[in-house]
């Protein structure tokens, strides 16, 4: 009996050996699962905005702020920590005047009309006068990730322009009379400039970075108002 279960023993050895070897090409055939990494599709900004070139005419406070929220598509650089993208959304921007409000003079020409800034009329004092804009944008950025399977993580930078057209654009004071307050808004799109470029840049780790960014326009329409050039700075949030 011994000696027929050793004969046995000795012809399943080499079958043993075949379905490890088996098991062995199976799992090397078998690829490592497929990672998606995150492309930035989502990007939100909140940021202080600052009318950094203007004429000493022209008084603003400063805590101007903006808001931009993008859908991005990122074309990745093959073989590189590099990718492309492209995307669309809102840019809004909102600044303060301090004691001014904006007066516009019509005088029937395309060149004659102007956009002025003058003091607060004696029978009015404003709590608050802003200026607001917005704008459909696109925005193009050359970006790096330091992480190309994980982009949530690691160190990431951008640099890019942005593209926008003109949506809207109002004043909007605040006063108050005999304790009641009352709101003034003026809306218009005329003197302002209808196209919006701007060069940008953004630095950071993970979902969270900070950008910057420089207008090339001015806020008004040539001849329709003086020379404004806005800049922005703030956090972003990225992600998905």
């Not at 920590?81 to 669309?88: M, R, T």
């Not at 002025?116 to 009329?121: A, E, K, L, S, W």
């Amino acid at each position: 009996m011994r000696k027929i279960l050793a004969i046995l023993a000795i012809l399943m050895i080499p079958s043993v050996l075949l379905l490890a070897q088996d098991d062995k090409v199976n799992s090397a055939a078998v690829p490592p699962p497929i990672v998606k990494p995150s492309r930035d599709f989502l990007m939100l900004q909140l940021g202080y905005n600052n009318w950094i070139k203007k004429p000493d005419s022209v008084k603003t406070k400063p805590f101007g702020f903006g808001f931009r929220g993008y859908l991005c598509y990122d074309f990745p650089i093959r073989k590189t920590k590099l990718s492309f993208a492209a995307g669309l959304g809102v840019s809004v921007s909102v600044e303060y005047l301090d004691l001014q409000q904006i007066a516009n003079y019509d005088t029937g020409r395309v060149l004659g009309s102007q956009v002025r800034f003058i003091p607060d009329p004696d029978s009015v004092s404003f709590k608050r006068y802003k200026f607001v804009t917005t704008y459909l944008t696109a925005p193009f950025e050359l970006r790096y990730f330091s992480n190309t399977q994980n982009r949530n993580k690691g160190f990431k930078a951008a640099i890019g322009l942005q593209i926008g057209t003109l949506l809207g654009a109002h004043t909007k004071a605040l006063t108050s009379v005999s304790g009641t307050n009352i709101k003034y808004k003026v809306d218009t799109k005329r003197y302002v400039s209808p196209w919006d470029f701007a060069a940008t840049a953004r630095v950071g780790w993970g979902n969270f970075s900070i950008f910057a960014s420089y207008n090339l326009t001015n806020v008004f329409k040539d001849n329709a108002g003086p020379p404004i050039t806005p800049a922005s700075a703030g956090i972003c949030i990225t992600g998905l």
